[in-house]
Structure formats: structure tokens, C-alpha cells
């Protein structure tokens, strides 16, 4: 019975899981990123931008306990809705949409783990990872990877101090810190 329950009710957090995808995807398209920090404005760099937002908001909910951990994956689950309808709309076939999911769903889990080996290192690995993920396509100058680097270094640390009441009610996600308009600033202070 249990299990028929679990099948047939609405996940925990759902709603509150898409809102908070919705506004992870809105700061993921912000222009400065593609322009100043060089991130390719291609279907790969918002990808990679999507992923690492995702990446300070997962982070920043990791060890508030079970309800953070619904909220994990109901934003999860809305990033790859999302990404699903997105495919279908650019005209996948409904085979392929699985495959390329499934690829999207390995991407994320590497960059959560690049990420993760890189904050745990040194500066120099998550630049690294930065660059080899972010970066992938493009030769960007290293002020760029650096400012991009501190970028995500000031999104994690707001995203993990923040409460869990703030991270489910997105009340957070207007607190955090903007992509700086000049590199320099970011290489001054990053």
C-alpha cells in the first residue's frame, strides 16, 4: 500500500522545486556571462552555465537534512523536465530524447564532482575545472576562468550559509551576488 501511495502522490517540494529551477535557469542566461566572462552562447555554454548554478544551489543544500534533500531532487527533477521539453521542442526524436537526457543527467553528476575535487584542492584545480568544463569549447583568457572562479566561489559560499527556509522559499536566490561587471574587480577581490 505504501508503495501505491508513494506512486500516486505529488512529490515533496515540487512547486517549490520548479520555482527554484526557474530562477536558477534565469540567473544561468544572464548576458554578462556570455559577454564579459566569455562563456560560449551556444546550447553547451547555457548548459554548462545551468549546471553550475545547479551545482551552488545542491551544494548549498547538502547536510540540511531529509527536506533539503526532497528539495534536491525536486529541482532535479524540474532541471530535467525542462530539459526534456527543450529537446522535444528543438525537435528530437522521442528516442534520441532519452539518450541525450541520460548523457545531460552523467554531465551534471561529473560537474558536481569536478567542482566538489576542485573547491577541496586548490585555486588552481577549480580553475581547472572551470575551464575544462565551462570552457570546453572555447580558449577563453585567464582572467575570464578566474573571474568565473571567483563567481561561483561567492555563489557557493552565500548558497551554503543560507538557511533551508530561505533556499525553499527562494528568498535566497535575490540575495545572491551578481557576476561583477569588470574582471578586474573579481581578480582583485577573487
Request: aromatic share 8%; with cysteine; proline share 4%.
Amino acid at each position: 500500500m505504501l508503495f501505491l501511495k508513494r506512486l500516486f502522490q505529488t512529490p515533496r517540494f515540487q512547486a517549490e522545486g520548479r520555482a527554484l529551477y526557474r530562477q536558477i535557469a534565469a540567473r544561468a542566461r544572464r548576458p554578462i556571462l556570455y559577454t564579459l566572462y566569455g562563456v560560449p552562447d551556444t546550447i553547451d555554454g547555457r548548459f554548462e552555465m545551468l549546471c553550475l548554478h545547479a551545482y551552488a544551489v545542491f551544494h548549498g543544500l547538502k547536510g540540511k537534512g531529509t527536506d533539503a534533500q526532497d528539495l534536491s531532487q525536486a529541482i532535479y527533477d524540474a532541471m530535467f523536465a525542462d530539459l526534456d521539453g527543450s529537446l522535444r521542442e528543438l525537435g528530437a526524436a522521442d528516442l534520441g530524447v532519452g539518450r541525450r537526457i541520460k548523457t545531460m543527467t552523467e554531465a551534471l553528476n561529473g560537474r558536481i564532482q569536478a567542482y566538489d575535487c576542485g573547491f577541496a584542492a586548490d585555486d588552481a584545480d577549480l580553475e581547472q575545472a572551470i575551464r575544462r568544463n565551462v570552457y570546453g569549447t572555447v580558449r577563453p583568457a585567464d582572467d575570464q576562468v578566474r573571474g568565473m572562479t571567483a563567481y561561483l566561489r561567492n555563489l557557493r559560499l552565500v548558497l551554503l550559509q543560507a538557511s533551508f527556509e530561505d533556499l525553499r522559499t527562494s528568498r535566497i536566490m535575490s540575495l545572491l551576488p551578481e557576476p561583477p561587471a569588470s574582471l578586474e574587480a573579481t581578480n582583485a577581490t577573487g
